[in-house]
């Protein structure tokens, strides 16, 4: 248990950052468009409180949800053309990954 003195360290992902105190506003910066339109979209101001904060956590594990089930990873195509089902697969996986990375741009970012 760290003392009084110490910061409070948690890890995310792989790295350790320090926790925020809660009187310091986090800000959102270099964000890509896509993140960026989901925190427009939840209503979140330039500097972020901890309700905006909050709000990024669900929204980032709602994308996670969303991602397992519109584009899974084992989801396969049988139409009659080899070439037309492995576009599709590939396209779902893109789509998959494009979600997560939003995810964690929203947890981590």
Do not use: H, W
Request: charged fraction near 25%.
């Amino acid at each position: 248990m760290p003392t009084p003195k110490q910061p409070v360290k948690f890890k995310t992902g792989d790295r350790v950052a320090e926790k925020p105190k809660p009187t310091e506003l986090q800000t959102m910066t270099d964000l890509s468009p896509a993140t960026q339109a989901v925190l427009n979209a939840l209503g979140c101001t330039q500097n972020l409180n901890a309700l905006d904060i909050v709000k990024k956590g669900i929204a980032a594990i709602a994308l996670r949800s969303a991602a397992s089930q519109v584009a899974p990873l084992d989801y396969q195509s049988f139409f009659s053309s080899k070439e037309f089902n492995k576009g599709l697969e590939v396209r779902n996986e893109v789509i998959y990954y494009q979600l997560l990375d939003i995810a964690d741009e929203l947890e981590n970012g």
